[in-house]
């Protein structure tokens, strides 16, 4: 009974970090560059529960086959056991499971897979299979599995994946659930025609690169003027990079092409220094339209190949109606949760008065 307090608990703290996140997406509807955000979630570790004195007990031991299923490149796995179970070492503890999906990461250790918002698999991310070693490293050779869970490296058993149980051991039981990582969408928003000739909108996946006292930014927010030195800038007063350095404005006339190109005078004087990640989670939001690249890429990093408008801005892509739906649901979800625990509070205080009179 305890337990349903932790689970509908957790639940209650995951819906409110949902709506906070929500209320930021709905709060920035009308940003420029604005891109909405969305928690991840994921349960607590499986722990194995236990009967006391359970050994005591009749038990019928569970016949051991492993099954898998392969990607069509076979280069990630899905297996599942019939009997004992899978270990996964997490930063929280060991995890337990019946199934498991995994990979051979770029130092040849068995990971479970971890993908970012564009659908691929982040080789930094996941955490490792144990077998009864510990981890299990495979190296630069192929691997495959048998229908006892070994890890086979050219048909000799590295490791088993199989942590069998005892008698007293009836299955796994969670402590609910927990929102991990905050994931950014990059759907492109919508271009909306100012006429302003230091409006600049991109089309394609790509960022300008802004110069701060902290280092290099990079935003979609192409809302810009000039400075007093006649530098192109950010309404914040940060500077808009060329592929020299800043970039000056000398002519009343100037346009910026398709390309990026800046024309003054008939000739081209400098070009927008544009930035494209092939993995969005490489970089990572820092507040309003800025984002921070992270220390460490898993994709590639390149130059943009879109297309630059100017005179007109990108839009917000957050959706009010869709994010007021979201923030509905995860009130009544929220509401749900705290009915159980006062359900629950409720039946252990007939225990202790009603129970206890016995």
Do not use: C
């Not at 920035?28 to 236990?50: A, I, P, Y």
């Not at 179970?85 to 503890?93: D, L, M």
């Not at 879109?306 to 994010?323: I, K, P, R």
């Amino acid at each position: 009974m305890v337990k349903g307090l932790y689970i509908a608990g957790t639940g209650m703290i995951t819906n409110t970090k949902k709506m906070d996140v929500i209320g930021n997406n709905l709060a920035n509807v009308n940003t420029t560059g604005f891109k909405t955000d969305s928690v991840e979630t994921e349960s607590f570790n499986e722990r194995l529960f236990s009967r006391i004195n359970g050994s005591m007990l009749d038990f019928d031991t569970e016949t051991l086959s492993v099954t898998q299923t392969w990607n069509s490149d076979e280069t990630e796995v899905t297996a599942s056991t019939t009997g004992g179970y899978f270990r996964v070492e997490t930063e929280n503890g060991t995890d337990y499971s019946k199934s498991v999906k995994f990979f051979k990461d770029k130092d040849g250790y068995l990971r479970t897979i971890y993908k970012n918002i564009g659908g691929e698999v982040d080789p930094l991310q996941g955490n490792l299979v144990l077998g009864s070693k510990g981890a299990i490293y495979v190296g630069d050779s192929e691997f495959s599995l048998d229908e006892s869970g070994n890890v086979l490296i050219d048909g000799t058993v590295a490791d088993n994946l199989i942590t069998q149980t005892f008698p007293n051991v009836v299955g796994t039981l969670s402590a609910g659930v927990k929102g991990y990582n905050i994931l950014t969408n990059h759907e492109q928003g919508q271009l909306e025609v100012t006429g302003n000739k230091f409006d600049l909108a991109l089309r394609g996946d790509g960022f300008f690169n802004i110069q701060t006292n902290d280092g290099t930014y990079y935003t979609r927010d192409g809302s810009f003027t000039i400075n007093a030195s006649g530098e192109l800038v950010t309404m914040d007063g940060n500077i808009v990079l060329g592929q020299n350095g800043p970039i000056y404005i000398d002519s009343d006339t100037f346009s910026i092409n398709e390309f990026g190109e800046v024309i003054q005078n008939g000739a081209i004087t400098e070009k927008l220094l544009m930035t494209t990640f092939s993995n969005p989670s490489d970089v990572y939001k820092i507040g309003g339209t800025l984002f921070k690249e992270r220390n460490e890429l898993t994709g590639d990093k390149s130059s943009f190949t879109g297309e630059v408008v100017q005179g007109a801005l990108e839009t917000s892509n957050a959706d009010a109606v869709t994010e007021m739906i979201n923030l509905i649901e995860m009130n009544r979800n929220y509401e749900s949760s705290q009915k159980v625990i006062n359900t629950i509070d409720e039946l252990l205080g007939k225990a202790v008065t009603e129970l206890g009179r016995v």
